[in-house]
């Protein structure tokens, strides 16, 4: 059964970063197409980033030139580099990992950016 495990979120300033990784386990990774979502509170949960197979990106216009999607074979981990964040950006972050009709979910991880 496959298992996603999120971190390195948290508290930060607008304008600062924050680097979420969610690993692997239980699956092949390569197989998977992975990436992020996140959910604002009293909002709908909508796609941040996405990462194909083959290292195809694709990023929400809210996020992109700010963020940056990667992923480690190796490693097993998926990573969303976050960059000039802003006070928007706050929501609870989750991973996901696609094949056919099995998908996968981390737990959700928080980021909070406020002074």
């Known amino acids: 059964q496959g298992q996603l495990v999120e971190s390195g979120g948290g508290l930060v300033q607008p304008g600062g970063s924050l680097r979420l990784s969610c690993e692997a386990s239980?699956?092949?990774?390569?197989?998977?197409?992975t990436g992020w979502y996140r959910q604002a509170q009293g909002e709908q949960r909508e796609l941040v980033a996405s990462?194909?197979?083959?290292?195809?990106?694709n990023y929400a216009d809210s996020v992109a030139g700010r963020f940056t999607i990667s992923r480690d074979s190796a490693e097993k981990t998926v990573f969303l580099q976050m960059n000039s964040l802003k006070p928007e950006d706050t929501a609870v972050y989750y991973c996901?990992?696609?094949?056919?009709?099995?998908?996968?979910w981390g737990q959700g991880i928080q980021v909070t950016v406020s002074s």
């Open positions: 239980g699956i092949i990774f390569n197989l998977y197409a």
């Open positions: 996901y990992m696609t094949l056919g009709n099995r998908n996968y």
């Open positions: 990462i194909s197979t083959g290292g195809r990106t």
